[in-house]
């Protein structure tokens, strides 16, 4: 089994070697070792998320104008990418193109939700994603995963908000009847309407949020009683 370094103690005499499979740098290893264009230097990783047995995302560049880095990582129909995955017990992993265009990468790294508008506050850190309602859900991602890893990819904080959805109600809209942290918990997790947390199921909300099964059950008897008015 591979693995890389993660620390050295001594235990006495002896020393202790401690080997991780979880770290992103591990990822970053594996595409050194099965894409030489990775250990050449003609691609260059710009930086490797994971959350490790479930999804990655890492970004990737090249100098050479020549070279599709993207392309290059997948191989054709995903032949270099898959003993990357195969190593990681089936990890799912997307390969994006940086760029220096801010909103440009925000938007890739979002995949494989379509964004429609970015609204971004570089002051802050944070940004609003605009996307048909359709498109939600892919980039929230199952249990958060997605949106999270763009997050940390990026290294903003990202806000999802759905357009064209006029029967929707803003969660801010039931400040009388839910406590004000608790709305704030659903619009960390980019659910910011009642639809958006009524689509996900409480087991999802529960990984999302910082909220018990009982308040989030509560929260979607108010919701649910308010649409079916």
């Not at 995955?85 to 940086?98: C, H, P, S, T």
């Not at 979002?110 to 429609?116: E, R, T, Y």
Request: include cysteine.
């Amino acid at each position: 089994m591979r693995g890389i370094i993660e620390s050295v103690e001594l235990r006495g005499n002896k020393p202790r070697i401690v080997l991780t499979r979880t770290s992103p740098k591990f990822l970053e290893k594996l595409f050194e070792q099965e894409i030489p264009e990775v250990f050449d230097g003609l691609i260059n990783i710009k930086k490797a998320v994971r959350i490790p047995g479930d999804k990655a995302k890492v970004s990737v560049d090249s100098y050479d104008d020549r070279i599709d880095p993207v392309g290059a990582c997948v191989g054709m129909k995903g032949s270099r990418i898959h003993g990357i995955v195969r190593e990681l017990g089936n990890e799912n992993i997307d390969v994006i193109n940086y760029t220096n265009n801010l909103q440009l990468y925000i938007t890739r790294s979002l995949s494989p939700a379509k964004v429609n508008s970015l609204k971004i506050d570089e002051e802050n850190k944070r940004v609003q994603v605009f996307l048909n309602p359709e498109e939600v859900s892919k980039a929230i991602g199952r249990g958060g995963n997605n949106i999270r890893l763009a997050g940390q990819l990026t290294g903003y904080e990202i806000d999802v908000y759905r357009e064209g959805m006029e029967e929707d109600v803003e969660l801010t809209e039931f400040s009388d009847e839910i406590e004000g942290w608790v709305l704030e918990e659903f619009k960390k997790a980019g659910l910011d309407t009642a639809k958006s947390v009524l689509e996900q199921d409480v087991e999802d909300l529960i990984k999302r949020t910082d909220l018990e099964e009982e308040t989030i059950i509560e929260v979607r008897n108010v919701l649910s009683a308010e649409l079916s008015e």
